[in-house]
């Protein structure tokens, strides 16, 4: 079943006096539970076309439907709300609020959410303990590792149930060791939950373990292989 | 997690920018306050004394007296009118006076003189001419006298202060003598003895006999039982001239009337004028004076006196004051406004500063599904939070300077005294106990600080979700 469909979608930044073509002519489906990486030199649009499908920017021109809804049919705050209920984000850093602990960043998307507080401290606690955060409740985001903190991110963008996770390069802050743990926890989740992830990266190891990788260059994807057989985390 | 609880984390996260945000507004609330306070106290004092020892809160005149205050435009006010008024629910007191002007003559010394005529029995309920009596004097007698006697050394430096100052009370007296309580039986008699006075308030009718303000006895140098002549102009034109034997000295707290006023029987003034029947007004106390009550009695008044008579409230009586507490009431709004200006862009400082540093933050916020009205809500929150605090500690702090200084009014002493006085004012500084000023002052500070939150609501608004969390 599809997700997510992008229709030949155009991005074209006019603010200079250079036209920047930063998403051309994309079109693209993802499906349900798909592990999907975008890699690209820099400056090929993979932000660009993470924020599209975010709903954080609309396209030029061309289509983005989830579930069969059209993003720029959406008003501003229609638009919020959407993302709170349908897609999960994470940051390159600094993703969460520095004056809730984890516990608190995790629960705080599901009271946005109205979910009643049995509900989200159950749901909390298993997340966290899902990403091996299980004893870092009640730790604030400075008292917590790059790494560390990114896995709260993870936790949280699962927290409300989204169709799928969002994550623009969310390892290129952390070292090998902190960047792999991620990247497991992320590839388990997606595995045994079924969550879709979409992320961005240039890290050829990050790479390997996607299931699918779509290459933009210049805007424009220039290949899209889907792996045949999911990869063991161990050989990566 | 509610959004007071995020809000209340928020501000504690910079300590230190919050509380210098805080305390920011705590001095402006503050200072501005107790500038107030003293500012309108002194108003409030400045007019309490005028009215209640000279011009009452309305007085009833003929109709061009206002404008040429002579006495052929005075009127004949008659018992009946006076009952009339009196029989207002809100008149204290109803009494007659004639004042005119004359030259007063003491030995080789002159000096312009506003002669009034009262009712001594009534305008006890008025002026209260008989409270302000001199008790003590610190004559240069009295105060050499004082010198040999024993007394402690801080009220022997204090005497020289204090020369020549006038006292219609041993409490004043003991508070600038820089005594106490209990000291008051050992020092009393000893003040009593050297700088004592022997005063004597008017009799109905007695016809030689007058009182004069402590500030005009000193520039004429008389005292009691010395003989002071009065010349003018009398009714129609007709030469008036008398001669009488001072009988009290008066301190009036208006330093202006103080040094001029004479006090006499009415009908020994009528008869010195030749205004025989006759009064320039006809002056009202009132028992509620705010300002609803007077304007209501005045209503009511107006339609009980003779088409040939008008009111004049005590602001037309005392326009030159009105305008001068106007002038310089605008000018100390001004200082104040000064100071709420750089308070205002110490308080924008840090929201740019705090709406600069969490713009990522906001970012976040709103792309991972938080409404842009719930986040403004919780910044609001802060900054009102934060703001309150301010105020709230501005005003709590301000109490009790402002009471204590309502019931031990500041005063003035030696020259600064006199300094006042040559301006015509008390040297007295009250403030004004809290009023409808506290209300004003917290509104001023509330309106800066929606301006601020405006501004935040309108930054979260327009924040560029993308380029804010790239940064
Ligand atoms: N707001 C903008 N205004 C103008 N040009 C922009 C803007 N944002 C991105 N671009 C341009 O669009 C192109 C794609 O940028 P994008 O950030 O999507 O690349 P990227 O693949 O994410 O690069 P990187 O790997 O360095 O993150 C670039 O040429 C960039 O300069
Ligand atoms: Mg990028």
Same mark, same amino acid.
Request: hydrophobic letters at 45%.
């Given at each position: 079943?599809?997700?997510?469909?992008?229709?030949?979608?155009?991005?074209?930044?006019?603010?200079?006096?250079?036209?920047?073509?930063?998403?051309?002519?994309?079109?693209?489906?993802?499906?349900?539970?798909?592990?999907?990486?975008?890699?690209?030199?820099?400056?090929?649009?993979?932000?660009?076309? %993470?924020?599209?499908?975010?709903?954080?920017?609309?396209?030029?021109?061309?289509?983005?439907?989830?579930?069969?809804?059209?993003?720029?049919?959406?008003?501003?705050?229609?638009?919020?709300?959407?993302?709170?209920?349908?897609?999960?984000?994470?940051?390159?850093?600094?993703?969460?609020?520095?004056?809730?602990?984890?516990?608190?960043?995790?629960?705080?998307?599901?009271?946005?959410?109205?979910?009643?507080?049995?509900?989200?401290?159950?749901?909390?606690?298993?997340?966290?303990?899902?990403?091996?955060?299980?004893?870092?409740?009640?730790?604030?985001?400075?008292?917590?590792?790059?790494?560390?903190?990114?896995?709260?991110?993870?936790?949280?963008?699962?927290?409300?149930?989204?169709?799928?996770?969002?994550?623009?390069?969310?390892?290129?802050?952390?070292?090998?060791?902190?960047?792999?743990?991620?990247?497991?926890?992320?590839?388990? %989740?997606?595995?045994?939950?079924?969550?879709?992830?979409?992320?961005?990266?240039?890290?050829?190891?990050?790479?390997?373990?996607?299931?699918?990788?779509?290459?933009?260059?210049?805007?424009?994807?220039?290949?899209?292989?889907?792996?045949?057989?999911?990869?063991?985390?161990?050989?990566? | 997690?509610?959004?007071?609880? /995020?809000?209340?984390?928020?501000?504690?996260?910079?300590?230190?920018?919050?509380?210098?945000?805080?305390?920011?507004?705590?001095?402006?609330?503050?200072?501005?306050?107790? /500038?107030?306070?003293?500012?309108?106290?002194?108003?409030?004092?400045?007019?309490?004394?005028?009215?209640?020892?000279?011009?009452?809160?309305?007085?009833?005149?003929?109709?061009?007296?206002?404008?040429?205050?002579?006495?052929?435009?005075?009127?004949?006010?008659?018992?009946?009118?006076?009952?009339?008024?009196?029989?207002?629910?809100?008149?204290?007191?109803?009494?007659?006076?004639?004042?005119?002007?004359?030259?007063?003559?003491?030995?080789?010394?002159?000096?312009?003189?506003?002669?009034?005529?009262?009712?001594?029995?009534?305008?006890?309920?008025?002026?209260?001419?008989?409270?302000?009596?001199?008790?003590?004097?610190?004559?240069?007698?009295?105060?050499?006298?004082?010198?040999?006697?024993?007394?402690?050394?801080?009220?022997?430096?204090?005497?020289?202060?204090?020369?020549?100052?006038?006292?219609?009370?041993?409490?004043?007296?003991?508070? &600038?003598?820089?005594?106490?309580?209990?000291?008051? @039986?050992?020092?009393?008699?000893?003040?009593?003895?050297?700088?004592?006075?022997?005063?004597?308030?008017?009799?109905?009718? &007695?016809?030689?006999?007058?009182?004069?303000?402590?500030?005009?006895?000193?520039?004429?140098?008389?005292?009691?039982?010395?003989?002071?002549? *009065?010349?003018?102009?009398?009714?129609?034109?007709?030469?008036?001239?008398?001669?009488?034997?001072?009988?009290?000295?008066?301190?009036?707290?208006?330093? &202006?009337?103080?040094?001029?006023?004479?006090?006499?029987?009415?009908?020994?003034?009528?008869?010195?004028?030749?205004?025989?029947?006759?009064?320039?007004?006809?002056?009202?106390?009132?028992?509620?004076?705010?300002?609803?009550?007077?304007?209501?009695?005045?209503?009511?008044?107006?339609?009980?006196?003779?088409?040939?008579?008008?009111?004049? @409230?005590?602001?037309?009586?005392?326009?030159?004051?009105?305008?001068?507490?106007?002038?310089?009431?605008?000018?100390?709004?001004?200082?104040?406004?000064?100071?709420?200006?750089?308070?205002?862009?110490?308080?924008?400082?840090?929201?740019?500063? /705090?709406?600069?540093?969490?713009?990522?933050?906001?970012?976040?916020?709103?792309?991972?599904?938080?409404?842009?009205?719930?986040?403004?809500?919780?910044?609001?929150?802060?900054?009102?939070?934060?703001?309150?605090?301010?105020? /709230?500690?501005?005003?709590?702090? @301000?109490?009790?300077?402002?009471?204590?200084?309502?019931?031990?009014?500041?005063?003035?002493?030696?020259?600064?005294?006199?300094?006042?006085?040559?301006?015509?004012?008390?040297?007295?500084?009250?403030? *004004?106990?809290?009023?409808?000023?506290?209300?004003?002052?917290?509104?001023?500070?509330?309106?800066?600080?929606?301006?601020?939150?405006?501004?935040?609501?309108?930054?979260?608004?327009?924040?560029?979700?993308?380029? @804010?969390?790239?940064?």
């Amino acid at each position: 079943m599809k997700v997510i469909e992008i229709k030949d979608v155009n991005k074209i930044y006019n603010s200079t006096e250079i036209k920047v073509h930063a998403v051309n002519g994309v079109s693209l489906d993802f499906d349900q539970g798909e592990f999907a990486a975008i890699v690209g030199p820099s400056g090929s649009g993979k932000t660009t076309l %993470l924020n599209l499908l975010g709903g954080l920017d609309l396209p030029t021109s061309g289509k983005i439907l989830i579930d069969g809804e059209d993003l720029s049919k959406l008003k501003s705050s229609q638009l919020i709300d959407f993302r709170l209920r349908n897609i999960g984000f994470v940051f390159q850093s600094y993703n969460l609020i520095p004056v809730l602990t984890a516990e608190e960043n995790v629960g705080f998307i599901m009271a946005l959410q109205k979910i009643d507080r049995k509900e989200r401290e159950e749901r909390t606690w298993s997340l966290l303990k899902a990403v091996g955060l299980g004893d870092r409740l009640n730790s604030r985001p400075a008292k917590l590792s790059g790494g560390q903190q990114q896995r709260v991110a993870v936790a949280r963008a699962l927290a409300s149930r989204p169709k799928f996770v969002l994550a623009d390069e969310p390892t290129a802050n952390l070292d090998s060791k902190a960047a792999k743990t991620l990247l497991e926890i992320m590839e388990k %989740l997606n595995r045994e939950e079924k969550i879709t992830f979409i992320f961005s990266t240039h890290d050829p190891r990050v790479v390997k373990m996607a299931r699918r990788v779509i290459t933009l260059e210049d805007g424009k994807v220039i290949s899209d292989e889907v792996k045949k057989q999911s990869n063991d985390p161990e050989n990566g | 997690m509610n959004d007071f609880q /995020m809000a209340w984390r928020n501000i504690w996260r910079n300590r230190r920018r919050t509380l210098i945000t805080a305390a920011s507004v705590f001095f402006a609330v503050f200072f501005a306050l107790i /500038m107030r306070s003293v500012q309108l106290g002194s108003y409030d004092r400045m007019f309490k004394n005028v009215i209640e020892s000279y011009s009452g809160y309305i007085q009833v005149q003929q109709k061009d007296y206002f404008d040429e205050p002579v006495l052929d435009n005075s009127f004949e006010l008659d018992q009946g009118l006076l009952d009339l008024i009196a029989s207002d629910p809100n008149v204290k007191a109803v009494v007659p006076r004639l004042e005119s002007f004359a030259l007063a003559a003491a030995g080789s010394s002159t000096q312009g003189v506003v002669v009034m005529g009262i009712d001594p029995q009534g305008e006890k309920e008025v002026s209260e001419v008989h409270n302000r009596l001199v008790r003590f004097k610190l004559t240069d007698e009295a105060i050499k006298a004082l010198m040999n006697e024993t007394l402690p050394e801080r009220t022997k430096k204090l005497l020289k202060i204090f020369k020549n100052e006038a006292y219609t009370g041993t409490g004043r007296l003991m508070l &600038d003598m820089g005594l106490s309580e209990k000291d008051t @039986s050992d020092v009393l008699p000893v003040f009593r003895k050297y700088a004592s006075f022997s005063n004597y308030y008017l009799e109905e009718e &007695d016809s030689m006999s007058v009182i004069i303000g402590d500030g005009l006895s000193d520039y004429l140098g008389l005292s009691i039982g010395d003989t002071i002549v *009065l010349i003018g102009q009398g009714y129609h034109g007709v030469s008036a001239a008398g001669k009488y034997t001072i009988r009290g000295i008066a301190k009036i707290p208006s330093p &202006d009337i103080d040094n001029i006023v004479v006090y006499m029987p009415v009908n020994t003034a009528r008869k010195l004028y030749g205004a025989h029947g006759l009064s320039t007004s006809a002056v009202i106390m009132m028992n509620n004076t705010d300002e609803k009550s007077l304007v209501a009695t005045a209503g009511r008044l107006a339609e009980v006196i003779p088409e040939s008579l008008v009111l004049r @409230s005590w602001k037309e009586l005392n326009a030159l004051m009105v305008n001068q507490m106007d002038a310089d009431n605008k000018s100390g709004m001004i200082m104040i406004g000064i100071l709420y200006l750089v308070i205002a862009f110490g308080v924008f400082g840090t929201v740019l500063m /705090m709406l600069a540093e969490r713009r990522r933050e906001f970012a976040v916020l709103i792309s991972i599904g938080m409404q842009k009205h719930k986040l403004a809500g919780v910044v609001a929150f802060e900054l009102l939070l934060i703001g309150l605090m301010g105020v /709230m500690a501005g005003v709590i702090a @301000s109490l009790p300077v402002v009471i204590y200084g309502n019931i031990n009014p500041l005063r003035f002493k030696g020259q600064m005294a006199s300094m006042w006085e040559d301006y015509g004012f008390e040297p007295i500084m009250p403030t *004004l106990m809290p009023d409808a000023y506290y209300l004003w002052q917290t509104v001023v500070v509330l309106i800066i600080l929606s301006i601020a939150i405006f501004f935040s609501i309108r930054k979260i608004y327009k924040l560029n979700v993308i380029q @804010s969390i790239k940064a």
